[in-house]
């Protein structure tokens, strides 16, 4: 079975400091990952994924197989960063998505 | 381009009756995804579509199944309702799959069970 755990339900940072938002993941196998982001008011909407070793919006995250873990890092964080954030995590082969529960992210101006 | 668009937003349903929600992906998208949301389980993957293909099927009851149709749209029914079917339906839609292209989300559709 797949699973994905957020471990912090909400994080408070204050502006400008680092970010890092933990997901850690249950898979035997070789997973697929992705974080998601839903702004106050806005649609779900996809951050990044670990298949693109992209870096968006100043987000990185580094896929860890000996921790299993795809912690989302941002070094200073901006008060727009505001909002929920999920990871998720497909296996191989599937086209089922398995989210975390979220951890919603509070920047203090 | 116009957004995944989800029809109708707010549902009202009593306990033992049936729904139907649709979902119209966007233009050019083959893949349709359904998820339920609620506060304690959060985002849980209900079903794929592809080309009118169900590829994968979340842990779900057979009470919960979905179709979709030749132009993509797809469409989700529950029968026979049940108090903890409250939640918000999402459907998400991508070009080929929701792993390796975008997936876009919907707006959700609100149901309440009575």
């Known amino acids: 079975a797949q699973r994905v755990t957020q471990p912090e339900k909400l994080l408070s940072v204050f502006k400008g400091a680092p970010v890092e938002l933990k997901c850690n993941y249950s898979?035997?196998?070789?997973?697929?990952l992705f974080w998601y982001v839903q702004y106050s008011r806005q649609r779900l909407q996809l951050l990044l994924r670990h298949i693109s070793r992209e870096s968006i919006k100043g987000f990185t995250a580094d896929l860890n197989k000996g921790e299993t873990s795809f912690h989302l890092k941002k070094p200073f964080a901006q008060e727009e960063d505001s909002a929920m954030y999920y990871c998720?995590?497909?296996?191989?082969?599937?086209?089922?998505?398995?989210f975390g529960k979220g951890t919603k992210l509070s920047v203090i101006p | 381009k116009a957004g995944v668009t989800q029809t109708p937003r707010y549902l009202i349903k009593t306990r033992g009756q049936q729904v139907t929600l649709s979902c119209s992906p966007i233009s050019g998208h083959r893949s349709v995804s359904w998820y339920q949301q609620t506060p304690g389980q959060g985002l849980q993957f209900l079903f794929e579509y592809f080309s009118e293909t169900q590829r994968n099927k979340g842990n779900f009851p057979g009470r919960f199944s979905g179709r979709q149709f030749s132009n993509s749209r797809s469409e989700m029914n529950v029968s026979t309702l049940e108090l903890g079917d409250s939640a918000l339906y999402l459907c998400?839609?991508?070009?080929?799959?929701?792993?390796?292209?975008?997936?876009?989300f919907g707006p959700g559709t609100r149901l309440t069970v009575l």
């Open positions: 998400a839609s991508s070009l080929g799959t929701p792993i390796t292209d975008t997936q876009y």
């Open positions: 998720a995590l497909s296996g191989a082969g599937s086209y089922q998505l398995t």
């Open positions: 898979y035997s196998g070789s997973p697929e």
